[in-house]
């Protein structure tokens, strides 16, 4: 099956600072990608569509200048976390669709001190 | 809006039992239903879709058919292992224009035990 990646697997930052995270399509491209946040014991919560080569489209609650998303190519998204802060310490997860299934990253875990 | 709307956990069986995780879904028009499921550790998998009414998506032992009639897409598996532990998701696709944004379900924590 399709193959995403996502790097890095786990971050630890200080409160202030901001994450880049990269979500890649290995053997496939995508034009759309998705960013998710997960919470413990919890759904996963569809934070914004990434569009290659235009803007990101965020969903409702979600701050586009505090998550800035940016698909730069068709394997390629990342999702920047800017200004951090405690409360956005998360599992965030990116997928990417193919031959009409959705396949997923393994996950990014932040942690904001 | 759509939503779904899966059984609470977590869920604990013994192996070789029968297992059924309940999902129910809100939408307009004619989505597209999804289980995924998540290893310990790993990043979601897909495990099984149905993509029309009455359709039956199977993978790994593991069954859902898509009941329009009832709005469901229930998860069952004859006998499980102690393999099969992990968070099952239940998701459905709007096909109407959404473009494969998927909506899931809660989670349900699957524990099997020898």
């Known amino acids: 099956g399709a193959v995403v990646s996502q790097h890095p697997s786990w971050v630890i930052c200080k409160s202030g600072t901001s994450v880049k995270i990269e979500c890649r399509s290995l053997?496939?491209?995508?034009?759309?990608m998705f960013w998710y946040r997960q919470f413990p014991k919890q759904s996963l919560m569809l934070m914004a569509t990434?569009?290659?080569?235009?803007?990101?489209?965020?969903e409702q609650g979600v701050e586009k200048d505090k998550f800035l998303i940016n698909h730069a190519s068709l394997t390629l998204s990342t999702l920047t976390v800017t200004s951090a802060h405690p409360e956005d310490s998360s599992f965030y997860i990116c997928?990417?669709?193919?031959?009409?299934?959705?396949?997923f990253g393994p996950g990014t875990r932040l942690t904001v001190l | 809006g759509n939503s779904v709307t899966q059984m609470e956990g977590p869920v604990t069986l013994s192996e070789e039992a029968f297992l059924t995780i309940n999902c129910t879904y809100t939408?307009?028009?004619?989505?597209?239903l999804f289980w995924y499921v998540q290893y310990p550790g790993e990043g979601l998998q897909l495990l099984l879709k149905?993509?029309?009414?009455?359709d039956k998506g199977s993978n790994k032992g593991f069954e859902a058919t898509y009941r329009k009639e009832t709005t469901s897409f229930h998860l069952e598996k004859g006998s499980v292992q102690v393999s099969d532990s992990a968070v099952y998701f239940c998701?459905?696709?709007?096909?109407?224009?959404?473009?494969?944004?998927?909506?899931f379900g809660k989670g349900t924590l699957l524990t099997v035990n020898p």
């Open positions: 990434s569009n290659e080569g235009s803007k990101a489209t965020y």
């Open positions: 149905a993509t029309k009414a009455d």
């Open positions: 053997d496939f491209q995508a034009t759309t």
């Open positions: 997928s990417a669709p193919t031959w009409g299934t959705q396949y």
């Open positions: 939408a307009t028009g004619y989505p597209s």
């Open positions: 998701a459905l696709e709007n096909s109407g224009g959404s473009n494969y944004k998927l909506t």
